[in-house]
């Protein structure tokens, strides 16, 4: 089991797919994006058209759904009960019923349970991303981090991820998504998009991806030298 973790955190958009991957590639660790597992439980339950306000329904399609996630930074596949979800997870109808899914207590039970089964596996370290990595799925994590980021800022970044051509209304409605996410994320009952107590926080709205990788990169040498 490896005791190098870093706990990424924090809202749609403040860049923590793209950090993880470039930080845990610059310190030759493994990475574990745990929104996509959520993505990919959403991804069945809508497979199986599931009401979304039926919880027992989606907390009985997270149990008969078998995850395989890949932990190499360069290169990202998914799948849910064999077949591959690596794009699908993407689809605006899975971004639109993510937060839904991802509220019912059973299905981050599960979740964290293999996240950190996952950690428990690696021989590496672990750079591991999502909302409540630092408070409830490594909460003995000695390096924590919670990337925070203007909604102006995360809105543009996400829809030129989409759309490089992405025009000013295009930016104004996924803000609009961004921020109903956040609200779902940060209002749920259980395991809130919040910083934990002793997290690093770095705002991410005037810096580069680079200048954001390499204060991570820092900080990890720092705590694991
Ligand atoms: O990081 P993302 O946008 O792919 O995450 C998708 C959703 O999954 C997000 O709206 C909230 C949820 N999520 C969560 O509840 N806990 C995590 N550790 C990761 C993601």
Known sequence: ??????????????????????VAQRLGWVMLDTGAM???????????????????????????????????????????NGVDVTKAIRSPEVTAAVSAVSAVPEVRELLVQLQREAVANSDFGIVIEGRDIGTVVLPDSRLKVFLTATPEARAKRRSLEVDPLADN??????????????????GREHSPLKP????????????????????LVILAHETYS
């Open 196 to 215: 934990a107590l002793d997290s690093r926080i770095v705002d991410t709205s005037e810096l580069s991806l680079e200048q954001v990788v390499d204060q």
């Open 38 to 80: 959520y993505r990919a439980i959403t991804w069945a339950v809508l497979q199986a058209n599931i009401d979304l306000h039926d919880r027992a329904a989606i907390a009985q399609q997270a149990l008969s759904t078998t995850i395989e996630i890949t932990t190499d930074p360069r290169s990202f596949n998914i799948a849910a």
């Open 169 to 186: 209304q295009m930016i104004a409605q996924t803000q609009e998504e961004l921020l109903s996410r956040d609200e779902k994320d940060s």
């Open 1 to 22: 089991m490896t005791s190098k973790t870093l706990a990424l955190d924090g809202p749609a958009g403040s860049g923590k797919s793209s950090v993880s991957r470039a």
